[in-house]
Protein backbone atom coordinates (compact mmCIF):
# COMPACT_ATOMS: atom_id res chain seq x y z
CA UNK A 1 0.00 0.00 0.00
CA UNK A 2 1.28 3.60 -0.07
CA UNK A 3 0.21 6.75 1.59
CA UNK A 4 1.50 9.80 0.80
CA UNK A 5 0.96 13.14 3.49
CA UNK A 6 1.13 16.46 2.73
CA UNK A 7 1.05 18.79 5.62
CA UNK A 8 0.16 22.19 4.56
CA UNK A 9 0.67 23.31 7.97
CA UNK A 10 -3.16 25.22 8.50
CA UNK A 11 -2.31 27.90 10.76
CA UNK A 12 -3.75 27.03 14.57
CA UNK A 13 -7.45 28.75 15.30
CA UNK A 14 -6.99 31.82 17.39
CA UNK A 15 -9.67 29.96 19.73
CA UNK A 16 -10.69 32.79 22.16
CA UNK A 17 -10.68 35.45 19.41
CA UNK A 18 -13.22 33.33 17.61
CA UNK A 19 -15.36 32.42 20.66
CA UNK A 20 -15.33 36.34 21.51
CA UNK A 21 -16.30 37.12 18.09
CA UNK A 22 -19.03 34.18 17.97
CA UNK A 23 -20.41 35.39 21.61
CA UNK A 24 -20.74 38.88 20.48
CA UNK A 25 -22.87 37.97 17.63
CA UNK A 26 -27.06 37.72 18.34
CA UNK A 27 -27.97 35.24 18.35
CA UNK A 28 -24.33 34.13 19.66
CA UNK A 29 -22.90 31.45 17.46
CA UNK A 30 -19.71 29.72 17.28
CA UNK A 31 -18.02 28.12 13.86
CA UNK A 32 -19.61 24.40 13.22
CA UNK A 33 -16.00 22.86 13.45
CA UNK A 34 -15.08 23.64 17.36
CA UNK A 35 -17.99 20.85 17.69
CA UNK A 36 -15.32 18.14 16.61
CA UNK A 37 -12.50 17.22 18.98
CA UNK A 38 -11.56 14.49 19.71
CA UNK A 39 -15.00 13.34 21.88
CA UNK A 40 -17.11 15.68 19.76
CA UNK A 41 -16.29 13.54 16.54
CA UNK A 42 -16.88 10.04 18.67
CA UNK A 43 -20.16 11.62 19.36
CA UNK A 44 -20.70 12.62 15.85
CA UNK A 45 -19.93 8.97 14.36
CA UNK A 46 -22.03 7.67 17.49
CA UNK A 47 -25.47 10.02 15.95
CA UNK A 48 -25.16 8.65 12.48
CA UNK A 49 -25.95 5.14 13.76
CA UNK A 50 -29.00 6.28 15.73
CA UNK A 51 -32.47 4.78 13.75
CA UNK A 52 -33.77 8.53 13.77
CA UNK A 53 -30.27 10.28 11.52
CA UNK A 54 -30.56 7.90 8.51
CA UNK A 55 -28.71 10.44 6.29
CA UNK A 56 -25.65 8.59 6.27
CA UNK A 57 -26.89 4.77 5.67
CA UNK A 58 -29.21 6.21 3.26
CA UNK A 59 -26.25 8.26 0.82
CA UNK A 60 -23.57 5.05 1.44
CA UNK A 61 -26.62 2.74 -0.14
CA UNK A 62 -27.40 5.70 -2.90
CA UNK A 63 -23.60 5.19 -4.00
CA UNK A 64 -23.36 2.04 -3.87
CA UNK A 65 -26.27 1.69 -5.90
CA UNK A 66 -25.06 4.11 -8.50
CA UNK A 67 -21.13 3.88 -8.65
CA UNK A 68 -21.18 2.71 -11.94
CA UNK A 69 -24.02 5.29 -13.43
CA UNK A 70 -21.74 8.04 -11.54
CA UNK A 71 -18.32 6.62 -12.78
CA UNK A 72 -19.82 6.37 -16.19
CA UNK A 73 -21.10 10.01 -15.66
CA UNK A 74 -17.63 11.57 -14.52
CA UNK A 75 -15.42 9.70 -16.45
CA UNK A 76 -11.84 8.75 -15.08
CA UNK A 77 -10.01 10.72 -12.90
CA UNK A 78 -8.30 11.59 -9.68
CA UNK A 79 -10.61 11.67 -6.87
CA UNK A 80 -9.86 14.88 -4.71
CA UNK A 81 -12.31 14.65 -1.28
CA UNK A 82 -12.99 17.36 0.39
CA UNK A 83 -13.02 16.12 4.30
CA UNK A 84 -12.17 12.92 4.77
CA UNK A 85 -15.17 12.24 6.78
CA UNK A 86 -16.83 8.79 6.16
CA UNK A 87 -14.25 7.34 4.61
CA UNK A 88 -16.82 4.10 3.41
CA UNK A 89 -18.49 6.82 1.52
CA UNK A 90 -15.38 7.44 -1.11
CA UNK A 91 -14.98 3.23 -1.47
CA UNK A 92 -17.62 1.91 -4.26
CA UNK A 93 -16.36 5.34 -6.41
CA UNK A 94 -12.78 4.16 -6.32
CA UNK A 95 -13.79 0.89 -6.96
CA UNK A 96 -15.98 2.06 -10.21
CA UNK A 97 -13.92 4.43 -11.48
CA UNK A 98 -10.93 2.11 -10.61
CA UNK A 99 -8.82 4.89 -9.76
CA UNK A 100 -4.95 4.66 -9.61
CA UNK A 101 -4.63 7.48 -7.13
CA UNK A 102 -6.98 9.41 -4.25
CA UNK A 103 -6.31 12.83 -2.43
CA UNK A 104 -7.99 13.44 0.79
CA UNK A 105 -7.97 17.36 1.57
CA UNK A 106 -8.98 17.38 5.68
CA UNK A 107 -7.98 20.12 8.32
CA UNK A 108 -6.64 16.67 10.87
CA UNK A 109 -4.04 15.63 10.42
CA UNK A 110 -4.45 12.08 12.30
CA UNK A 111 -7.80 11.72 11.28
CA UNK A 112 -5.92 11.79 7.57
CA UNK A 113 -3.95 8.97 8.69
CA UNK A 114 -6.30 6.91 10.21
CA UNK A 115 -8.81 7.07 7.03
CA UNK A 116 -6.18 6.74 4.64
CA UNK A 117 -4.79 3.72 6.63
CA UNK A 118 -7.95 2.19 6.42
CA UNK A 119 -8.68 2.84 3.20
CA UNK A 120 -5.41 2.02 1.24
CA UNK A 121 -6.46 -1.67 2.81
CA UNK A 122 -9.11 -2.19 0.54
CA UNK A 123 -7.60 -0.40 -2.17
CA UNK A 124 -3.90 -1.81 -2.49
CA UNK A 125 -3.56 -0.63 -6.03
CA UNK A 126 -4.27 2.95 -5.62
CA UNK A 127 -1.95 5.59 -4.31
CA UNK A 128 -3.64 7.54 -1.09
CA UNK A 129 -2.31 11.41 -0.84
CA UNK A 130 -3.39 12.89 2.74
CA UNK A 131 -3.20 16.96 2.28
CA UNK A 132 -3.33 18.55 6.03
CA UNK A 133 -5.20 21.94 5.00
CA UNK A 134 -8.29 24.29 5.62
CA UNK A 135 -10.07 22.26 3.33
CA UNK A 136 -13.19 24.52 2.65
CA UNK A 137 -10.35 27.55 1.54
CA UNK A 138 -7.89 25.54 -0.52
CA UNK A 139 -7.54 27.06 -3.93
CA UNK A 140 -4.57 24.56 -5.37
CA UNK A 141 -3.41 20.99 -4.94
CA UNK A 142 0.24 21.25 -3.39
CA UNK A 143 2.87 20.07 -5.98
CA UNK A 144 3.18 16.70 -5.77
CA UNK A 145 4.36 13.60 -8.31
CA UNK A 146 1.24 11.71 -7.98
CA UNK A 147 -0.96 14.05 -8.81
CA UNK A 148 0.42 16.06 -11.16
CA UNK A 149 -1.49 15.87 -15.12
CA UNK A 150 -4.33 14.10 -13.60
CA UNK A 151 -7.92 15.26 -13.92
CA UNK A 152 -9.34 16.00 -11.42
CA UNK A 153 -12.63 14.83 -10.09
CA UNK A 154 -14.10 16.10 -6.81
CA UNK A 155 -16.14 14.63 -4.23
CA UNK A 156 -18.06 16.14 -1.25
CA UNK A 157 -20.93 14.10 0.06
CA UNK A 158 -22.12 14.12 3.81
CA UNK A 159 -24.33 17.39 3.15
CA UNK A 160 -21.90 19.28 4.79
CA UNK A 161 -22.32 22.27 2.86
CA UNK A 162 -25.25 22.47 5.04
CA UNK A 163 -23.53 23.74 7.76
CA UNK A 164 -22.11 26.93 5.89
CA UNK A 165 -24.31 29.79 5.75
CA UNK A 166 -25.09 30.96 1.87
CA UNK A 167 -22.06 32.82 1.58
CA UNK A 168 -19.76 30.43 2.74
CA UNK A 169 -21.26 27.88 0.53
CA UNK A 170 -20.84 30.36 -2.58
CA UNK A 171 -17.20 31.16 -1.09
CA UNK A 172 -16.42 27.43 -0.95
CA UNK A 173 -17.96 25.77 -4.32
CA UNK A 174 -15.82 28.77 -6.03
CA UNK A 175 -12.47 28.15 -4.45
CA UNK A 176 -13.45 23.81 -5.56
CA UNK A 177 -14.18 24.97 -9.09
CA UNK A 178 -10.67 26.58 -8.91
CA UNK A 179 -8.69 24.01 -7.51
CA UNK A 180 -10.59 21.20 -9.71
CA UNK A 181 -9.68 23.08 -12.79
CA UNK A 182 -12.09 22.23 -15.34
CA UNK A 183 -13.28 18.77 -13.34
CA UNK A 184 -16.56 17.76 -12.03
CA UNK A 185 -17.60 18.01 -8.40
CA UNK A 186 -19.69 15.14 -6.87
CA UNK A 187 -21.61 17.18 -3.88
CA UNK A 188 -23.75 15.72 -1.29
CA UNK A 189 -27.22 17.65 -0.02
CA UNK A 190 -29.69 17.06 2.12
CA UNK A 191 -33.29 17.53 1.27
CA UNK A 192 -36.12 19.11 2.98
CA UNK A 193 -38.41 16.65 4.66
CA UNK A 194 -41.06 16.37 7.07
CA UNK A 195 -40.13 18.69 9.75
CA UNK A 196 -40.68 16.16 12.52
CA UNK A 197 -38.29 13.62 10.94
CA UNK A 198 -35.89 16.47 10.58
CA UNK A 199 -35.92 18.23 14.16
CA UNK A 200 -35.92 14.12 15.49
CA UNK A 201 -33.10 13.40 13.56
CA UNK A 202 -31.14 15.78 15.17
CA UNK A 203 -32.19 15.46 18.60
CA UNK A 204 -32.53 11.55 19.11
CA UNK A 205 -34.40 9.59 21.47
CA UNK A 206 -30.76 8.33 22.98
CA UNK A 207 -29.87 12.07 23.56
CA UNK A 208 -26.75 11.38 21.73
CA UNK A 209 -26.91 15.35 19.58
CA UNK A 210 -27.65 16.79 23.02
CA UNK A 211 -24.18 14.88 24.12
CA UNK A 212 -22.88 16.55 20.88
CA UNK A 213 -23.71 20.01 21.56
CA UNK A 214 -23.10 20.05 24.93
CA UNK A 215 -19.41 18.76 24.27
CA UNK A 216 -18.92 21.77 22.97
CA UNK A 217 -19.10 23.32 26.61
CA UNK A 218 -16.82 20.90 27.68
CA UNK A 219 -14.38 21.34 24.92
CA UNK A 220 -14.29 25.13 25.55
CA UNK A 221 -13.63 24.50 29.37
CA UNK A 222 -10.37 22.31 28.54
CA UNK A 223 -9.26 24.54 25.69
CA UNK A 224 -9.91 28.05 27.46
CA UNK A 225 -10.02 27.41 31.09
CA UNK A 226 -13.79 27.98 31.38
CA UNK A 227 -16.57 27.23 33.36
CA UNK A 228 -19.19 26.52 31.54
CA UNK A 229 -22.52 24.06 33.12
CA UNK A 230 -23.01 21.88 30.60
CA UNK A 231 -26.25 20.87 32.88
CA UNK A 232 -27.52 24.31 32.93
CA UNK A 233 -27.91 24.42 28.99
CA UNK A 234 -31.05 22.44 27.40
CA UNK A 235 -30.50 21.32 23.87
CA UNK A 236 -32.90 22.10 21.38
CA UNK A 237 -32.95 21.41 17.06
CA UNK A 238 -35.61 23.56 15.50
CA UNK A 239 -37.10 23.84 11.58
CA UNK A 240 -36.35 27.09 10.54
CA UNK A 241 -39.11 26.78 7.24
CA UNK A 242 -38.12 30.60 5.81
CA UNK A 243 -34.36 29.68 5.97
CA UNK A 244 -35.01 25.68 5.09
CA UNK A 245 -32.89 25.04 7.78
CA UNK A 246 -32.44 22.99 10.95
CA UNK A 247 -31.19 25.39 13.89
CA UNK A 248 -29.55 23.37 17.28
CA UNK A 249 -29.04 25.33 19.83
CA UNK A 250 -27.96 25.15 23.50
CA UNK A 251 -30.42 27.22 25.42
CA UNK A 252 -29.78 28.57 29.00
CA UNK A 253 -32.21 27.56 32.01
CA UNK A 254 -31.31 30.03 34.03
CA UNK A 255 -29.64 33.30 34.17
CA UNK A 256 -25.53 33.05 34.40
CA UNK A 257 -22.20 34.03 33.80
CA UNK A 258 -20.20 31.97 31.83
CA UNK A 259 -16.16 32.53 32.04
CA UNK A 260 -14.16 31.50 28.81
CA UNK A 261 -10.91 32.65 28.74
CA UNK A 262 -10.48 34.78 30.92
CA UNK A 263 -14.09 36.82 29.61
CA UNK A 264 -16.99 37.09 31.52
CA UNK A 265 -20.46 35.99 28.93
CA UNK A 266 -23.85 37.06 30.74
CA UNK A 267 -27.30 34.36 29.63
CA UNK A 268 -30.08 34.96 30.66
CA UNK A 269 -32.61 32.53 30.88
CA UNK A 270 -33.71 31.15 27.73
CA UNK A 271 -30.99 33.01 25.50
CA UNK A 272 -29.47 30.78 23.27
CA UNK A 273 -26.17 29.68 21.88
CA UNK A 274 -26.35 28.49 18.37
CA UNK A 275 -24.03 25.20 17.60
CA UNK A 276 -24.48 24.52 14.03
CA UNK A 277 -27.37 24.78 11.43
CA UNK A 278 -27.75 22.37 8.85
CA UNK A 279 -29.18 23.99 5.93
CA UNK A 280 -31.66 21.83 3.09
CA UNK A 281 -31.55 22.59 -0.27
CA UNK A 282 -34.68 21.28 -2.67
CA UNK A 283 -33.56 20.62 -6.11
CA UNK A 284 -34.28 24.56 -7.57
CA UNK A 285 -32.04 25.28 -4.45
CA UNK A 286 -29.48 23.51 -5.43
CA UNK A 287 -29.34 24.33 -8.59
CA UNK A 288 -29.78 28.38 -7.59
CA UNK A 289 -26.39 27.43 -5.69
CA UNK A 290 -24.68 26.05 -7.99
CA UNK A 291 -25.18 28.66 -10.35
CA UNK A 292 -24.03 31.62 -8.37
CA UNK A 293 -20.94 29.86 -8.17
CA UNK A 294 -19.92 29.25 -11.64
CA UNK A 295 -21.35 25.81 -11.83
CA UNK A 296 -24.41 23.97 -13.32
CA UNK A 297 -25.84 20.37 -12.64
CA UNK A 298 -25.44 17.72 -15.05
CA UNK A 299 -27.41 14.57 -13.28
CA UNK A 300 -28.90 14.04 -9.99
CA UNK A 301 -29.22 10.75 -8.13
CA UNK A 302 -31.30 10.87 -4.98
CA UNK A 303 -32.02 7.73 -2.66
CA UNK A 304 -36.04 6.12 -2.90
CA UNK A 305 -37.06 8.16 0.40
CA UNK A 306 -36.31 11.64 -1.38
CA UNK A 307 -33.98 12.64 1.52
CA UNK A 308 -30.60 12.78 0.22
CA UNK A 309 -29.15 13.37 -3.40
CA UNK A 310 -25.67 13.65 -5.74
CA UNK A 311 -25.70 16.13 -7.84
CA UNK A 312 -23.12 15.86 -10.81
CA UNK A 313 -21.26 19.57 -10.94
CA UNK A 314 -20.09 21.23 -13.95
CA UNK A 315 -18.22 24.74 -14.83
CA UNK A 316 -20.90 26.46 -16.60
CA UNK A 317 -19.04 28.53 -18.46
Known amino acids: MSISLVNLHPPPADLQRLVRDGLQRSPRQLPAWMLYDAAGSRLFAE ?20 AAAIAAAT ?3 LVVEFGIGNARKVDPLLTALGSKV ?32 DHTRLEQLPQHPALDGQRRIG ?14 AVDFLHNARQLLAGGPLLLGLDQPREPALMEAAYDDAAGVSAAFARNLLQRLN ?60 SPDAAAALAAQAGWRIQRRWTDPHQQIALHLLLPAN
Open 47 to 66: ICRQPEYTLTQREIALLEDN
Open 75 to 77: GPG
Open 102 to 133: FAALDISLSALKEALSGLSARHPNTTMVGICC
Open 155 to 168: FFPGSSLGNFTPEE
Open 222 to 281: RDLQGDADPTQFRYRAHWQATQQRIEMALVSTQDQTVHLGGEAWFFRQGDAWITEHSVKY
